[in-house]
């Protein structure tokens, strides 16, 4: 570990399968006629903007791997399975392979015990990676072609307060950022979380059918929107301070601390954030949005 590491990028990184199925990658078994789009030009975007980005490692939160007892991180050097969408196993059938760098990942595991958090490596070979992760680091980066780092989410919101969760997320977030630095390795980060999370039950035949897709409720259109702004106008210790009521009001999966997680990382922004796109799916609204650290040079 040599030092002189950086985060490269942040972003806001939803996972809906909707997403992978509405672009039919050769990885995904079921076929769609489309459907998301805005959304998918959203990433389109994000991956323009990657590529002009030299990274060596993606490091992903994600809701979809909970975990009971402190922060897990996948230890092992490479993945290969299938992974079926628990919810939705009509949309996402998806072949994967996938490389870990694991010594960044005890990096992590390290500076987040020193943190005082409490922090485990998962080095099952036969664990599943959770579909979660998957969905954001291939809409991010769809050639695999870099290691990643995955981080679970562990239910602190849930068992304790949107409070102690933020203030655990929030450590997290600096123990990855010091690993990083002294790693040496250029790293983006993707949380993979959508913001209001309110949704309809019953899905329309084709589930690509666009007629049928729009927000849940204004309310919590309102309340993405908000948050949207403040992260535009880089007031993220706003948005902290507003979140536990955001989670409360709206569901959000943020409550996951994949959000918090990534603003504590990139040292709470206070330059503006770019959003490349704004949808729902189900009715959840979902953001993909950039943090270029960049932007914060005078
Ligand atoms: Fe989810």
Redesign the pocket.
Known sequence: MSGGGSIVLGALAP??PHLVYGENPPQNEPRSEGGWDVLRWGYERLRQSLATKEFDVLIVHS??WRTHVGHHILGVPHFESRSVDPIFPNLFRYDYKLDVDVALAEAIHDEARHAGLTAKMMRNPHFRVDY?TLTACHLANPSWNKPIVGLSSNGAYFYFSNEVGNEQMALLGEATRRAVEKSGRRAVLLAS??LSHRHFTVEPDPPEDMSKEHIYHHGQYLWDMRVLELMRHGKTRELMDELPDFLDQTES?AKSGALTWLLSALGMPTYPAQVHAYGTVIGTGNAVVEWDPKRSAP
């Open positions: 996972h809906p809701p979809h979660g979380c959508s999966e």
